[in-house]
Structure formats: structure tokens, C-alpha cells
């Protein structure tokens, strides 16, 4: 991504490892960039020209999937165990010994709703190159991190922050002296296990400590001997990712591009700019110059079927709680977008004493949650995806 920036004139290198972002002189050409920062629970999207950013979203995707199945899945088995004699399997039935490239049903369903979206797009803009990530590091460049030359001057230090994330993963993001979690907010560093001149840039010589366990090695309370063996495990994430990529390819062609994770980090700390979906979206999107848009499209996937699976919870006693919420509660379903005093709203909870929880996707509530049915007005019925354009910028990493 950072050659595509020099290639098509957004940067320069100022000194051996820093670029600096250009703005374009000239015409606006009519190359839109979408970029997709794809995730488990937030989707980033940010469409852009080299000069402006024409569309900007986050979407929040549904988290209550998993708990479902495993309560569909809970179900299943009691029903199967009451007054049932044991009897052998007939044939093998499960789906993940008979397919190869079988996902996780949520996994699958992230995935339609990064596909999805991107479909919705590319009907509305003419979008003429989509940009996802391919993973945090790049596994074919790990092999040759010590470059010579001119590419050394130019790609050394992007090369080592690749070999940093992949010796991250390998880690497991934690301290291989006391086992502390980065991911828990411990600071970590990458240590060379004999100098950077002698041994190199090569995973095999580096190894994550944490700030402590790294100060006690200076002071010689430890000795480090070898960096842990094996690859970085694929994490889920990176599956999701890769088979959205496949997905992408197989349905978008070449106008598919890939970056990596580490390039996006470096690119962002360049231009200063807060990590969120949409920020990191704009950046993989690869127009740092482009205005940014003071507006979003903030959008939440809902289920929309109240279905017996979601009042799963035993009663004292061991008597199931019946079904009982209605489809409509005073006319209104739930999502249902509403008009109080000309702002729309959405209803995230109904009563039947009339009182609704009535919210906007940045967050606000109405009146504490508690506004009479009576005031409201229908603006839609509830889609499984609910959508609203917020002026603020929301603050979902
Ligand atoms: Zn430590
Ligand atoms: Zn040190």
C-alpha cells in the first residue's frame, strides 16, 4: 500500500523510514476506493477519491448469535435425552466432518454482512476498487525482513513492524518471561535476542517481554535463551477474514486489493488519527489525503423474529417461561423506527404500560428510557438491519 502512495504520488520518503502524505495537485479522478476494516463486532467502511471522502459507515453486528445456537443447541440434547434408550449413531450427521471449508454458522453470518454491505455500495457509488485486509502480518515477507540496498531504505522499517505482529501473534500477545497478557493492557515489548547487528530482524531472534520482566532482564535477574518455535496460530479473525476475501474474489474480481494489518497501524500513526472502525476503513481505503466526511452512516444489525429460542430461561421450579411478547405492543414492534418533535428514534424496548425505551443508535435515550406509546409516531417498520446518519463521531474501535 505504501509503494501504491509513492507510485501514485500521495507520499514521499523524507529520511530512511518515514513517508510523508502529499495532496494531490491537479484534477479529481474518478477512482473510488472502498475500504473495508472487517471485524467480529464492528464493520468500518469509508469510501474515498484522492481528494474527498464520499462515504463513511460503522456497523455494529449482532453479538447474540452464538448464545442462541448453543441454547438451540442446549434444547436439542435435552429433548434427546428424555426417555430415550441409548442407541448407536447411525451415521456420521455433523456438518464439520463432512465439509472442509465448514465455518461456524455466526461466522457465516458475519461474513454475509460484510458482503452484503459492499454489495449495497457498489450499487450506489461508483466504486472501482474494494481494499480489505488480507491479515495483520505479511506471512511472505517474513522470510526476507532483512533487506539491502535501496529497498532497505525504503521498506525496513515497515518490514520489522510486519515481523513485530507476526511475532506477536506468535506470542500469543503475552510475556514470555511472567506470561502477562497485552491484550489485558500490559505493555509488551520486542526484544532481540542477540543484537539486531549480529542476529537480525528474524522472528527467531525476537521475543516479546513485557515493560517489566523487560527492565529485569537488563538488570541481569534473567537470562533468555531461545525465542519460542512455531508459527503464529491462525486466529479466528484471520479465518474470517481470509474466507471473506475468497468471497470478495470470487464475486468482485480484481477489483479486489488486499493490505495488511501491521501497514494500516503504521499508516494511521503517520496521519494521527484516533483508532476506530472508520478511521481505520478511510486508512486501508489508502486516500490519506482525501476531506474526511463530518457525517456517518451508523448502522446496527437486529433480529427481527421474537421466536421461542430467545425465552429460553427456566422459570423456580423448572417450568419454561411461555413465549409472551407479542409482535406488536401498541401498534409497535420492536426496531420500529419512530417521529417524537420531528427526531427519529428507535424503539429498543416496549411496555405494556404503554412507556417505551426509545434510543438512537450514538446512544441517546428518551427521557431515561421511559416515553409514552401515545406521543409516537410511525416512521418504518423495522428492517434486520436499522440505520441512521449521526453528525458525531462514534467512538467503536
Ligand atoms: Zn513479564
Ligand atoms: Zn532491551
Same mark, same amino acid.
Given at each position: 500500500?505504501?509503494?501504491?502512495?509513492?507510485?501514485?504520488?500521495?507520499?514521499?520518503?523524507?529520511?530512511?523510514?518515514?513517508?510523508?502524505?502529499?495532496?494531490?495537485?491537479?484534477?479529481?479522478?474518478?477512482?473510488?476506493?472502498?475500504?473495508?476494516?472487517?471485524?467480529?463486532?464492528? =464493520?468500518?467502511?469509508?469510501?474515498?477519491?484522492?481528494?474527498?471522502?464520499?462515504?463513511?459507515?460503522?456497523?455494529?453486528?449482532?453479538?447474540?448469535?452464538?448464545?442462541?445456537?448453543?441454547?438451540? /443447541?442446549?434444547?436439542? /440434547?435435552?429433548?434427546?435425552?428424555?426417555?430415550? /434408550?441409548?442407541?448407536?449413531?447411525?451415521?456420521?450427521?455433523?456438518?464439520?466432518?463432512?465439509?472442509?471449508?465448514?465455518?461456524?454458522?455466526?461466522?457465516?453470518?458475519?461474513?454475509?454482512?460484510?458482503?452484503?454491505?459492499?454489495?449495497?455500495?457498489?450499487?450506489?457509488?461508483?466504486?472501482?476498487?474494494?481494499?480489505?485486509?488480507?491479515?495483520?502480518?505479511?506471512?511472505?515477507?517474513?522470510?526476507?525482513?532483512?533487506?539491502?540496498?535501496?529497498?532497505?531504505?525504503?521498506?525496513?522499517?515497515?518490514?520489522?513492524?510486519?515481523?513485530?505482529?507476526?511475532?506477536?501473534?506468535?506470542?500469543?500477545?503475552?510475556?514470555?518471561?511472567?506470561?502477562?497478557?497485552?491484550?489485558?493492557?500490559?505493555?509488551?515489548?520486542?526484544?532481540?535476542?542477540?543484537?539486531?547487528?549480529?542476529?537480525?530482524?528474524?522472528?527467531?531472534?525476537?521475543?516479546?517481554?513485557?515493560?517489566?520482566?523487560?527492565?529485569?532482564?537488563?538488570?541481569?535477574?534473567?537470562?533468555?535463551?531461545?525465542?519460542?518455535?512455531?508459527?503464529?496460530?491462525?486466529?479466528?479473525?484471520?479465518?474470517?477474514?481470509?474466507?471473506?476475501?475468497?468471497?470478495?474474489?470470487?464475486?468482485?474480481?480484481?477489483?479486489?486489493?488486499?493490505?495488511?494489518?501491521?501497514?494500516?497501524?503504521?499508516?494511521?500513526?503517520?496521519?494521527?488519527?484516533?483508532?476506530?472502525?472508520?478511521?481505520?476503513?478511510?486508512? =486501508?481505503?489508502?486516500?490519506?489525503?482525501?476531506?474526511?466526511?463530518?457525517?456517518?452512516?451508523?448502522?446496527?444489525?437486529?433480529?427481527?423474529?421474537?421466536?421461542?429460542?430467545?425465552?429460553?430461561?427456566?422459570?423456580?421450579?423448572?417450568?419454561?417461561?411461555?413465549?409472551?411478547?407479542? /409482535?406488536?405492543?401498541?401498534?409497535?414492534?420492536?426496531?420500529?423506527?419512530?417521529?417524537?418533535?420531528?427526531?427519529?428514534?428507535?424503539?429498543?424496548?416496549?411496555?405494556?404500560?404503554?412507556?417505551?425505551?426509545?434510543?438512537?443508535?450514538?446512544?441517546?435515550?428518551?427521557?431515561?428510557?421511559?416515553?409514552?406509546?401515545?406521543?409516537?409516531?410511525?416512521?418504518?417498520?423495522?428492517?434486520?438491519?436499522?440505520?441512521?446518519?449521526?453528525?458525531?463521531?462514534?467512538?467503536?474501535?
Amino acid at each position: 500500500m505504501v509503494r501504491r502512495w509513492i507510485k501514485t504520488g500521495q507520499a514521499h520518503w523524507i529520511g530512511r523510514d518515514t513517508i510523508q502524505f502529499d495532496r494531490p495537485i491537479g484534477s479529481e479522478t474518478q477512482e473510488l476506493t472502498l475500504g473495508i476494516n472487517a471485524g467480529y463486532k464492528i =464493520i468500518g467502511a469509508s469510501v474515498t477519491s484522492e481528494t474527498q471522502e464520499y462515504y463513511a459507515s460503522e456497523t455494529n453486528l449482532r453479538t447474540d448469535i452464538v448464545k442462541n445456537l448453543s441454547t438451540k /443447541r442446549q434444547y436439542r /440434547r435435552s429433548r434427546r435425552n428424555h426417555k430415550t /434408550r441409548y442407541r448407536q449413531a447411525r451415521f456420521d450427521n455433523r456438518v464439520k466432518s463432512k465439509h472442509k471449508g465448514w465455518l461456524a454458522s455466526s461466522i457465516e453470518v458475519k461474513i454475509d454482512n460484510h458482503v452484503q454491505l459492499i454489495r449495497k455500495l457498489i450499487k450506489k457509488l461508483p466504486i472501482t476498487n474494494i481494499i480489505v485486509e488480507a491479515g495483520q502480518f505479511d506471512i511472505q515477507n517474513l522470510k526476507n525482513p532483512d533487506i539491502t540496498g535501496k529497498e532497505y531504505q525504503e521498506g525496513n522499517q515497515l518490514g520489522f513492524a510486519n515481523v513485530r505482529e507476526y511475532v506477536l501473534a506468535r506470542d500469543h500477545h503475552k510475556c514470555q518471561h511472567c506470561k502477562a497478557d497485552g491484550l489485558k493492557g500490559i505493555k509488551l515489548h520486542v526484544r532481540h535476542l542477540v543484537s539486531r547487528k549480529v542476529g537480525g530482524n528474524r522472528p527467531d531472534n525476537l521475543i516479546i517481554l513485557c515493560e517489566n520482566c523487560h527492565a529485569a532482564y537488563h538488570r541481569g535477574e534473567f537470562e533468555l535463551k531461545k525465542a519460542p518455535k512455531g508459527y503464529a496460530p491462525a486466529s479466528a479473525m484471520s479465518i474470517m477474514r481470509s474466507t471473506l476475501l475468497d468471497r470478495l474474489i470470487n464475486e468482485f474480481g480484481d477489483k479486489v486489493e488486499t493490505t495488511f494489518g501491521y501497514l494500516v497501524k503504521e499508516a494511521r500513526l503517520t496521519i494521527d488519527l484516533p483508532k476506530t472502525s472508520m478511521t481505520d476503513a478511510f486508512v =486501508i481505503a489508502g486516500n490519506l489525503m482525501a476531506d474526511r466526511l463530518d457525517f456517518q452512516e451508523l448502522r446496527k444489525h437486529v433480529r427481527c423474529h421474537n421466536r421461542q429460542l430467545h425465552k429460553a430461561k427456566f422459570l423456580k421450579g423448572g417450568i419454561r417461561k411461555a413465549n409472551q411478547a407479542p /409482535r406488536e405492543v401498541h401498534g409497535f414492534r420492536l426496531f420500529d423506527k419512530v417521529q417524537v418533535e420531528n427526531k427519529n428514534w428507535f424503539v429498543f424496548g416496549r411496555r405494556t404500560s404503554g412507556y417505551f425505551d426509545l434510543r438512537s443508535l450514538t446512544g441517546e435515550k428518551l427521557n431515561k428510557g421511559s416515553y409514552s406509546a401515545k406521543k409516537i409516531k410511525l416512521v418504518h417498520r423495522a428492517n434486520s438491519v436499522i440505520t441512521q446518519y449521526a453528525t458525531i463521531a462514534p467512538t467503536g474501535a
